[in-house]
């Protein structure tokens, strides 16, 4: 009896009712491979053809070329012309294939050198095993072998932070959510920080079977903000204390930065006021006389690409005051040739500053001016006094008395930074050695002074006080000082008239010898002519009284430069 045909008609009708009845895509090709010998009705809708139509067709109906036609996720065309990914699984002659998801098309073995690059390591966890899958990537930044390696028992220890991390996988857990946390491992004895990402997986019923997810080392990354946050804190301290405003401006929407809160005081703006842009700034806030200089500056940095200085008065918003700033900046360009996108500077508020070097000037030229002065004056005692003693010793008396005189008034000047001198102090300073002085009005003394506080601008407290010491002497030696029992009042008081009112001053002696007008004109004659009237343009009265010489004065007092007040 002979055996049954190598192919048995039963047989064979199984293979084709379960190659016809397939849920996937069957094809049998050529021995070359060029031609799809028959397909089965899954591959024809898969790739929208009509029944059959596929039997017989070149391979290329199917794919661009033969490496299409080989194992892994490929790209193959419909019959519409539409592009599809599909996973091909070759086996000889045979080809099964199957739709792919999107997702598992973007997760290609083409990916996995991407995400290495990227320092991307995938993982997952099987809950009922216990065990963490690795891929290499993940493996080399965890520390462990890769593969179906380790479970959570033996990662728990490289966590620096092992409680917050289990909080936060229950918590995903719970919520069956997405999530996504930092944290810091300690593995072969230096510090690595990553990110990890995740996903709880579930089954058919809803209950949590595991998780997958990557994990990312991000050290580098950590390491260069944190130094980008140390050297933003350093500046920042740097220019709290250099009192310095920062500000960035970009150009396309004119809009403004203010990075600190010493911008918003440097131009008097509340937060909710906002910050201003560059037409509001020229236009707006910069002094009309600074803009076309400010205006200049910003072109010629622009077309020479160089750094940006400029200083003007801005008018501040809180109080309307004029404040002069100083301002240096730097163009940033995404390219050489091309404009820049923005400018990066600071701004500090010079006001006080101009105005110390303002002051400085002027107490300079105020220096100049008394040390002239000065010198004129020693010059006139020299010469007067000469003339007028009889022998050197009352020379040397006269000269040094009037020179201590004048040594004290400069003193005084000097103390108020060459502002004023008080009147009362320059009268108990010559007045007080030779007798109890009494001020406003008392009786007790044989010197009366009157008058209300008065201070003498420098251009006229060096003449005043010279003269104030040249009647001293005259009463010391002649007059109402020189007994036990005359009196001297000075009286004054200040009128209107001149550029800051007028002083008017009296000087009077009683009780003192009897008075004879003199015989010729001494230093204090000469005094009172040439240095009151002429430097002080003051009228003078002389009046020499048998029973008591007096004198009264009237000086305009020049206004008061505020620019030499150091507290203005």
Known sequence: ?????QHDPIDVDARRSAFDGALVGLALLSSDGNTVVVANPALHALLARPSGSLDGAPSTDLAAGPSSLHSGIR???RAD??????????????????????????????????MADAGLGEWRWDRASGYVTLSHRAARILGQPPGRSVTWGVLRPFLIEPERVALLVEQAVTSLEPYRFETRLAIEGRGVVVQVSGQALTDENGAFTGMVGVVQDITT????????????????????????????????????VWENDRMFEIFGHAPEDGTIGKTDFLNGILHPEDRASVRKAISAALREDRDLHISGRIRRKSDGAWRTIDMAGRFERDAPDRLPRRLIGVVADVTDRRLAEERQTLLIRELHHRVKNTLATVQAIVGSTARTATDIDSFYEAFVGRIKSLAHTHSVLTEATWQTASLTGLLLNELRPYAEVAEAGG?????????APIDLPSDIAVPIGMAIHELTTNAAKYGALSNRTGRVTVAWDLEPGGPAGTLRLTWRETGGPPVQPPRR???????????????????????????????????????????LNPLA
């Open 1 to 5: 009896m002979t055996g049954r045909a």
């Open 75 to 77: 790209v193959w065309r």
């Open 81 to 114: 012309g539409v592009e599809i990914d599909v996973r091909v699984r070759r086996s000889g002659d045979t080809l099964v294939v199957e739709a792919v998801d999107p997702d598992e098309a973007a997760h290609s073995e083409a990916n996995r050198d991407a």
């Open 221 to 256: 990354r950590i390491e260069t903000r944190s130094e980008l946050q140390a050297h933003d804190h350093r500046l920042r301290a740097a220019t709290a204390v250099a009192r310095l405003g920062i500000f960035e401006w970009h150009m396309l929407d004119d809009h403004a």
């Open 443 to 451: 009786e007790d003394g044989r010197v009366v002074l009157e008058g």
């Open 521 to 563: 004109q001494g230093f204090g004659s000469r005094l009172l002519q040439r240095v009151l009237i002429t430097q002080v343009q003051a009228e003078v009265t002389t009046d020499y009284a048998p029973d008591g010489f007096s004198l009264t004065m009237r000086a305009p007092l020049p206004k008061r430069n505020a620019s």
